[in-house]
């Protein structure tokens, strides 16, 4: 950074950063539209179900319990990708919090969002989970790589709901910086 700086004082040239660039994109563009809510019962209880669709058509739903200023910590679990597994296999799977328990530590706290996102699962991916647990009982299956681009469209949906603190219910890990969307990971 140091060159790059005296660099740009000789050429007279401004520098910005990846997280300015986001900032300015995410006030000025969206990948998101929130196209209903509604209340949603499910087994670990009530929740405000918001419906989103990306874009692309995507379709990403937030389950939301209680309120929360832009000061709270807010409990967060953001689950990707959403597979119809997540409500039908109870044994090891390849997320680090599964789907059933994120919901009921959301319940609990009283006070929290999970967002479940669609990354557009084919039907040959799921098939392929399903047959790799049945020759592998004992052993979870391995998570796929991680899309970046779904970290926006997540980012954006935690900011629409009013999210700016979160604690994140998930295995720490390498991710990109949500400072550029107004966004902080205590």
Not at 78 to 92: F, Q, R
Not at 122 to 144: C, F
Request: aromatic content about 4%.
């Amino acid at each position: 950074l140091p060159d790059l700086e005296a660099f740009a004082r000789t050429h007279g040239l401004k520098i910005g950063t990846i997280a300015a660039l986001i900032e300015h994109r995410s006030h000025t563009e969206t990948l998101i539209e929130r196209v209903g809510r509604r209340s949603l019962a499910t087994a670990a209880g009530e929740f405000d179900c918001s419906i989103f669709r990306d874009r692309a058509g995507g379709l990403h739903l937030a389950l939301a319990k209680g309120r929360w200023t832009p000061a709270d910590e807010v409990l967060v679990r953001v689950h990707e990708p959403l597979s119809v597994l997540d409500l039908l296999d109870s044994g090891p799977s390849g997320h680090s919090w599964p789907l059933v328990r994120a919901l009921a530590a959301v319940q609990d706290s009283g006070c929290g969002v999970a967002v479940l996102l669609n990354c557009g699962e084919d039907a040959r991916a799921l098939a392929d989970k399903l047959l790799a647990a049945n020759d592998r009982p004992t052993a979870a299956p391995r998570g796929g790589q991680r899309d970046l681009r779904t970290y926006g469209i997540g980012a954006q949906i935690l900011r629409e709901l009013g999210v700016r603190r979160m604690r994140l219910l998930g295995s720490p890990r390498r991710m990109p910086s949500m400072v550029g969307y107004g966004l902080e990971v205590t």
